[in-house]
DNA sequence: GTTAGCACTCGATTGATTCGAGTGCTAACG
DNA sequence: CGTTAGCACTCGAATCAATCGAGTGCTAAC
């Protein structure tokens, strides 16, 4: 073992020992947990050391260490491909996951319930972006006068409808002459619509129904894109609670708050979609989380996929102390369950159509 | 002055002071701020009467008192016809929520969060019943083999819709057959849809069109019902950790989770909606509101209506020491106002169909 | 019946003291 | 020269006594 080793053993038994507890650890209780031979007049030299390259902060002169977000960044980039199974935690997963659902919302928010049961931290899912799954139809359905609701369906009969108002009362015909024209052309398509799709056959539709299709475009546009934004989960609001760093009611409220923000949750949910690189787990820890109320948290994120397509993205956010070991492998197991269970239930439905 | 009232207007002296301040009311505050013109010798006489009587409670022996719940169920059916609109709360209300909105959902969201925006309490909201709205239309979509999808399309365009499957797989000719006859005899009716209602005409049509009918048509009044249940909608759920009494997280964790208990605050909105009798404002206080994590709190609820009938209700909910004056004009003026929006958008929609 | 006066209660605040976990430094050791 | 035992020192936490003061209840006088 080199002496710079030994330096960073005393370091990640600080890490480890600290997300035990959440006590600040001081030499002694290295020297008898850690199982490094040395004494404690070592360990606090070295102790000294890891606090100048701004891996430990001392609360207070007479205290222990705790790791910086620093020592976390290292522990984690060191370990997060080691980190293994412990107690069965990937099989109670299976078994929890084991029953079917025949709506995709019904399984992502099922898996955020099994995550925050298993890893009592708050999970966060993205519901899947209905813009990426392929729109199958578009329905029309004549509400009164200009009032129409449009229907959108997707490929896993997902269905997203919205009222718009038309600049003029169509028939009940024009609308599904519309639609039929319309479907013709978007169907299974996970591109934006734009009227470029239909050239010349535009033309071949009356006045009325041309401008039905014209009107409704960018309204199916902007529910495709506006869906992107809306679309998170979040369970288990209040283990929270029962971690001691949270006991201060300010700073409480100030998660809670957060997590009732959608947009910020969206955002960070798919800031870690984009950089999914390489490692199928992705770690922010406090301030590289970038959001207000949740400096001092830690989030894991990975994506769940549709035949090898990103789909959304499922997460747990807790302290910065959290158990990165227990999480890495529940998100990544779960991750795996999720996407496994999307392509059973709806991957061959795709291939048939 | 009778020397009974006398004794009550020391205890809503106390009532309202406490509910200022959170902090025991001693005989001096009352000398002081009560304007009675006794002596504060004379105040505590009646104050150990009133303990007696368990309107009070003394903390600790060299405390002032605080009202108990009795008290404030006393106070509040005393004055609740005589509160009266104080900094033009009403006023306030009426421009925040003054203009329209294309959805009733939206509309009832909006109050919610102009509710707890003016009070600094949380509120609660029950969406419409669809059962109650009485149903427009129904039209399936073919998905795919066996899978159909339903929507259900109230008076007032709220849309609901759902999966199912049948025991065999219909063309798209034969849904819209069966939807056409279930539109004629379904039209504007808030009654459950039985067999029954068809008679003999379902004779005309064919097999596979019955067969239809016969299969969505269970599963269309489980929506309906099942949707009486689940749409609660809560806002300014954190405003409680404003306040003292929840600085314990403990007490705030038990808080939190009962506002996500849909079944649980349904339950509560539900029974106000029925006892609705006489007052517009329904206030439960403490142990009324007979929920488990809820048991410091009191409930403000109303219901909110179209040409006359419920529809929903909304509701504040906060420490039994909440402000009832305040709180149960914004909740009157909210409800009226929620109404006034809703006849207007709406109520005229259903006189023309 | 009301009130002034007073003794009494008891939680909250303050301050002094102690305790102990933990550090940093120094000197000695292999 | 790295390691370690030893020790003085620091500083928050816990303990305890003293004090404070808001508030009560009782009594006696008005």
Same mark, same amino acid.
């Given at each position: 073992?080199?002496?710079?080793?030994?330096?960073?053993?005393?370091?990640?038994?600080?890490?480890?020992?600290?997300?035990?507890?959440?006590?600040?650890?001081?030499?002694?209780?290295?020297?008898?947990?850690?199982?490094?031979?040395?004494?404690?007049?070592?360990?606090?030299?070295?102790?000294?050391?890891?606090?100048?390259?701004?891996?430990?902060?001392?609360?207070?002169?007479?205290?222990?260490?705790?790791?910086?977000?620093?020592?976390?960044?290292?522990y984690?980039?060191?370990?997060?491909?080691?980190f293994?199974?412990?107690? !069965?935690?990937?099989?109670?997963?299976?078994?929890?996951?084991s029953?079917?659902?025949?709506?995709? +919302?019904?399984?992502?928010?099922?898996?955020?319930?099994?995550?925050?049961?298993?890893?009592?931290?708050?999970?966060?899912? &993205?519901?899947?972006?209905?813009?990426s @799954?392929?729109?199958?139809?578009?329905?029309?359905?004549?509400?009164? !006068?200009?009032?129409?609701?449009?229907?959108?369906?997707? +490929?896993?009969?997902?269905?997203?409808?919205?009222?718009?108002?038309l600049?003029?009362?169509?028939?009940?015909?024009?609308?599904?002459?519309?639609?039929?024209f319309?479907n013709y052309?978007i169907?299974?398509?996970?591109?934006?619509?734009?009227?470029?799709?239909?050239?010349?056959?535009?033309g071949?539709?009356?006045?009325?129904?041309?401008?039905?299709?014209?009107?409704?475009?960018?309204?199916?546009n902007?529910?495709?894109?506006?869906?992107?934004?809306?679309?998170?989960y979040?369970? !288990?609001?209040?283990?929270?609670?029962?971690?001691?760093?949270?006991?201060?009611v300010?700073k409480?409220?100030?998660?809670?708050?957060?997590?009732?923000?959608?947009?910020?949750?969206?955002?960070?949910?798919?800031?870690?979609?984009?950089?999914?690189?390489?490692?199928?787990?992705?770690?922010k820890?406090?301030?590289?989380?970038?959001?207000?109320?949740?400096?001092?948290? &830690?989030?894991?994120?990975?994506?769940?996929?549709? +035949?090898?397509?990103? @789909?959304?993205?499922i997460g747990?956010?807790?302290?910065?102390?959290?158990?990165?070991?227990?999480?890495?492998?529940?998100?990544?197991?779960?991750?795996?369950?999720?996407?496994?269970?999307? +392509?059973?239930?709806m991957?061959?439905r795709?291939?048939?159509?």
């Open positions: 073992m080199s002496k710079e080793g030994r330096k960073y053993d005393i370091l990640y038994t600080i890490v480890r020992e600290y997300i035990k507890t959440a006590e600040p650890v001081g030499s002694r209780t290295i020297e008898k947990k850690g199982g490094l031979g040395i004494s404690s007049a070592t360990i606090r030299n070295e102790m000294s050391d890891l606090e100048d390259l701004g891996f430990l902060i001392q609360p207070h002169a007479s205290a222990g260490r705790i790791p910086s977000e620093k020592a976390y960044r290292m984690v980039d060191q370990f997060i491909d080691s293994s199974e412990q107690n !069965g935690l990937a099989l109670k997963i299976r078994e929890q996951y029953h079917y659902f025949a709506e995709l +919302n019904e399984a992502v928010r099922k898996a955020a319930e099994i995550l925050t049961k298993i890893t009592s931290y708050t999970a966060l899912v &993205s519901m899947p972006e209905i813009s @799954l392929g729109v199958r139809e578009v329905r029309f359905v004549l509400i009164e !006068g200009d009032r129409i609701l449009f229907i959108i369906i997707t +490929n896993e009969s997902t269905v997203k409808n919205a009222e718009m108002r600049s003029f009362s169509p028939t009940a015909k024009q609308l599904e002459k519309a639609a039929n319309l052309y169907k299974g398509s996970t591109d934006p619509i734009t009227m470029a799709n239909f050239g010349a056959r535009i071949e539709l009356k006045s009325a129904e041309q401008k039905i299709i014209a009107e409704t475009v960018p309204a199916i902007t529910i495709l894109n506006a869906d992107i934004k809306t679309r998170v979040a369970d !288990g609001l209040t283990e929270i609670l029962n971690y001691p760093e949270f006991q201060d300010s409480a409220k100030l998660f809670i708050e957060a997590m009732h923000q959608q947009e910020l949750l969206a955002c960070l949910l798919a800031s870690a979609m984009e950089s999914e690189s390489g490692t199928p787990v992705d770690i820890i406090g301030k590289e989380v970038e959001i207000d109320g949740l400096t001092e948290c &830690s989030v894991l994120t990975a994506t769940y996929k549709l +035949n090898g397509k990103p @789909l959304g993205t747990l956010i807790g302290p910065t102390r959290m158990d990165y070991s227990k999480c890495t492998i529940a998100i990544k197991t779960m991750s795996t369950e999720l996407s496994r269970h999307i +392509n059973i239930s991957g061959g795709i291939e048939d159509g």
